[in-house]
């Protein structure tokens, strides 16, 4: 069973449309993370959320926003694609302050 | 399916002393390797990547890593750490057709005073 999975790997959209990225977890954690990979395979936390509650939000432009339906769950929408929001994104998640366990990642290509 | 293992849950050295984290891949073509550092509140930092070329490459933060396709390894290294070394370290290794990060379990670095 994965452990983080994300949906769905590849996205490739217009300029100026509205997506989600998906992602679950199974391993109970209370803790999940949204990072962004640039182009030089950087990565910078966007979000995390514990028990559901925002508690990083750096900063990143207000037409991302995750939403936490459950602590399984933690899924991003992105609207007015732009094509700097080229990248692949990360999902992660923890228990809090714990070890990290990544999803493979969205590959998100906006043209 | 292609996979990486770090075998060292926790690593714990003295300040000064070398350091070397071990990292080994499943994967039947050239991957291409990462090591990234996530230090304590913080998101995660990429050290160094390998993608072809010489087999010793330098890192920011005085790293380096070696890929050894023989032994499928990426182990990473420091001569002398510093106490702002203590962190959590992973390896990944993209996978070249879908460029998808398949990430190890990682490898908590504790320095002794």
């Known amino acids: 069973d994965t452990a983080v999975s994300q949906t769905p790997k590849y996205l490739v959209t217009q300029m100026g449309n509205d997506k989600s990225i998906k992602c679950e977890q199974n391993?109970?954690?209370?803790?999940m993370y949204w990072y962004k990979q640039d182009s030089k395979k950087f990565l910078k936390i966007m979000f995390s959320?514990?028990?559901?509650?925002?508690?990083i939000n750096e900063t990143v432009p207000n037409r991302f926003s995750p939403k936490s339906p459950d602590k399984a769950h933690l899924n991003l929408h992105i609207n007015s694609l732009e094509l700097g929001d080229s990248a692949v994104y990360f999902c992660a998640s923890s228990q809090l302050e714990g070890q990290p366990v990544f999803g493979p990642g969205t590959r998100l290509t906006v043209l | 399916a292609q996979s990486v293992t770090q075998p060292d849950i926790h690593i714990t050295v003295s300040e000064g002393a070398s350091l070397e984290l071990r990292c080994n891949y499943s994967y039947g073509a050239t991957p291409y390797l990462f090591w990234y550092v996530q230090s304590p509140g913080q998101g995660l930092q990429l050290l160094l990547k390998?993608?072809?070329?010489d087999t010793l490459v330098q890192g920011i933060k005085g790293f380096e890593a070696e890929f050894k396709r023989s032994q499928s390894s990426f182990n990473l290294r420091k001569p002398s750490v510093h106490w702002s070394d203590a962190a959590e370290y992973f390896c990944?290794?993209?996978?070249?057709?879908?460029?998808?990060?398949?990430w190890g379990a990682g490898t908590k670095l504790i320095i002794k005073p």
């Open positions: 390998y993608f072809s070329g």
């Open positions: 990944a290794v993209e996978e070249y057709s879908n460029y998808q990060l398949i």
């Open positions: 391993l109970g954690h209370d803790t």
């Open positions: 959320y514990n028990n559901k509650e925002l508690i």
